[in-house]
T-cell receptor, first 116, second 114 residues
Framework: AQKITQTQPGMFVQEKEAVTLDCTYD???????LFWYKQPSSGEMIFLIY??????QNATEGRYSLNFQKARKSANLVISASQLGDSAMYFC?????????????FGKGTHLIIQP | NAGVTQTPKFQVLKTGQSMTLQCAQD?????MSWYRQDPGMGLRLIHY???????DQGEVPNGYNVSRSTTEDFPLRLLSAAPSQTSVYFC?????????????FGEGSWLTVV
């Protein structure tokens, strides 16, 4: 079975600081994908970044980067120069073939609050 | 550019009633899925489909039925609503090609069962 663990229920960060949101995963699949989503208070799920298990380089998308450490089974999200609009819930998720389901397994999320 | 459209956005049901949450996508995606999100939790997979006529169960399928008669539509049916089904429901889709790592979510449907 696949499992995603996010150990930070909530974080307070000062505006313009860098933020690291932790994510560890467990899977027996050799091929998998890791995702980060942002969910603002309005409720929609916004895709941020994707990392494939065979990708050699860490994924980057603008201010977002994914610190992928395969041996440690971790996929931390790094947000550089945080902004007030970054305040939201952040979910780490994994897609693989575990259990035959081609869906995403989500962590419980981290509530990030950016303070001015 | 509609993307993934869910209806209704809000619904209140009485225990034992049945209803259907509609999901439609206009991107010709093969993969569609339904998730539920409970307070303090991430999304959990209910059912998914890898193409028209093919559906399968996810992590929490009990109490829900799905069908996929067309590529565009993937309705979720609650047969006899229970208070435990009070949740926010998300429909998602992706294609099976190179860009299949981008999963598109609908805006969510807030369901309350009283």
């Amino acid at each position: 079975a696949q499992k995603i663990t996010q150990t930070q229920p909530g974080m307070f960060v000062q505006e313009k600081e860098a933020v690291t949101l932790d994510c560890t995963y467990d899977t027996s699949d050799p091929s998998y994908g890791l995702f980060w989503y942002k969910q603002p208070s309005s409720g929609e799920m916004i895709f941020l970044i994707y990392q494939g298990s065979y990708d050699q380089q860490n994924a980057t998308e603008g201010r977002y980067s994914l610190n992928f450490q395969k041996a440690r089974k971790s996929a931390n999200l790094v947000i550089s120069a945080s902004q007030l609009g970054d305040s939201a819930m952040y979910f780490c998720a994994m897609r693989g073939k575990g259990g035959g389901a081609d869906g995403l397994t989500f962590g419980k999320g981290t509530h990030l609050i950016i303070q001015p | 550019n509609a993307g993934v459209t869910q209806t209704p956005k809000f619904q209140v049901l009485k225990t034992g009633q049945s209803m259907t949450l509609q999901c439609a996508q206009d991107m010709n995606h093969e993969y569609m899925s339904w998730y539920r999100q409970d307070p303090g939790m991430g999304l959990r997979l209910i059912h998914y489909s890898v193409g028209a006529g093919i559906t399968d169960q996810g992590e929490v399928p009990n109490g829900y039925n799905v069908s996929r008669s067309t590529t565009e539509d993937f309705p979720l049916r609650l047969l006899s609503a229970a208070p435990s089904q009070t949740s926010v429901y998300f429909c998602a889709s992706r294609d099976n090609g190179v860009s299949g790592n981008t999963i598109y979510f609908g805006e969510g449907s807030w369901l309350t069962v009283v």
